[in-house]
Nanobody
Framework: QVQLVESGGGLVQAGGSLRLSCKLS????????MGWFRQAPGKERELAAA????????YYTDSVKGRFTISRDNAKNTVYLQMNSLKPEDTAVYYC??????????????????WGQGTQVTVSS
């Protein structure tokens, strides 16, 4: 059974930084595409960032480019999301997710096999 456990969310002022972590347990980590989705109240869940199994390719939604960095440490079975210059519009529940069976970044929530429980990020103005 695959489990994803997120940590690192919280409350921060605009302009501040947070680092989210997600540890995968239960299966070999490296063949998975990993992603961070986020969902704000009343909005659809969107893919904020993703990274391929070997870390060669990354994706960022336009609104976070230049501010967020996704990375992974396959030896620790962990993926990270460094979030800098946070804005109130970044407020959302952030979900770690894993895609198995392929090493191509996909963009729809239904394409991902495993999900963490979510961690709240709140950015105050």
């Amino acid at each position: 059974q695959v489990q994803l456990v997120e940590s690192g969310g919280g409350l921060v002022q605009a302009g501040g930084s947070l680092r989210l972590s997600c540890k995968l347990s239960g299966r070999t980590f490296s063949p998975y595409v990993m992603g961070w989705f986020r969902q704000a109240p009343g909005k659809e869940r969107e893919l904020a960032a993703a990274i391929t199994a070997n870390g060669a390719y990354t994706y960022y939604t336009d609104s976070v480019k230049g501010r967020f960095t996704i990375s992974r440490d396959n030896a620790k079975n962990t993926v990270y999301l460094q979030m800098n210059s946070l804005k109130p519009e970044d407020t959302a529940v952030y979900y770690c997710t894993a895609l198995t069976g392929r090493d191509t970044i996909r963009f729809r929530p239904q394409d991902y096999n495993y999900w963490g429980q979510g961690t709240q990020v709140t950015v105050s103005s």
